[in-house]
């Protein structure tokens, strides 16, 4: 599906202009999401990247899915896209940080944090990850701009996912849509030989 240009590095595995896509919807503080992640890395990037059975024939994009009801998930998903916006080809590692550490912006451990502690912890997290002079460029992409309800630098990119997200009444996390369609009968548990029967019964280039 559609991916603005400024976005790309959100298309994790596969060549940008292979004709079949997965769009994976996830939430940097959802448990099952957090799954859904690892078998992107360890199952699908082997499968659609260079040597992999579907190299050249499948993408993967990873849409962010914030789930309002957990109140850091705005945060979380703004930082990953500060990293995007600073360190582009360190985005998906940073994502995996997250994921990793996902439970430090659990709701009761963020409870008695302000926005700004959260944001900072964050930052700290992406120093991990990315290269020490883009640090400094995330911290400034998460400062609160003049105007008091202007949001931060990548609050468009932001409501870019959203928008997204909405118009393709995507409601939770992980969603998965193949060639723009939901495919309900992915799951977060699913393993290497779901996975690779799935692809075997979908891919037809």
Excluded at 43 to 52: A, D, M, N, Y
Excluded at 66 to 89: F, G
Excluded at 136 to 147: F, H, I, T, Y
Excluded at 153 to 160: F, G, P, R, S, W
Aim: glycine share 4%.
């Amino acid at each position: 599906m559609a991916l603005q240009p400024s976005l790309r590095p959100l298309n994790v595995a596969g060549k940008i202009d292979a004709p079949h896509t997965l769009d994976i919807f996830l939430d940097y503080v959802c448990p099952f999401s957090a799954k859904m992640a690892l078998a992107i890395e360890n199952i699908l990037k082997p499968l659609v990247e260079q040597g992999g059975q579907y190299e050249g024939k499948v993408k993967v994009i990873f849409r962010l899915q914030v789930q309002p009801w957990h109140s850091a998930s705005t945060l979380t998903h703004e930082a990953a896209l500060a990293v995007l916006r600073a360190s582009p080809e360190n985005f998906w590692t940073y994502s995996l940080a997250l994921f990793k550490n996902q439970s430090d912006y659990f709701d009761i451990p963020t409870a008695n944090l302000t926005p700004l502690q959260i944001r900072e912890k964050l930052v700290a997290l992406a120093a991990q990850v990315i290269p020490a002079d883009a640090v400094q460029d995330v911290r400034e992409l998460l400062k609160l701009k003049g105007s008091a309800n202007g949001g931060v630098a990548v609050t468009d990119d932001l409501k870019y996912n959203i928008k997204f997200a909405r118009q393709n009444s995507i409601h939770v996390s992980p969603t998965v849509l193949w060639d723009g369609l939901v495919a309900g009968e992915i799951s977060s548990s699913w393993g290497e030989e779901e996975w690779k029967k799935f692809l075997k019964t979908k891919v037809i280039v």
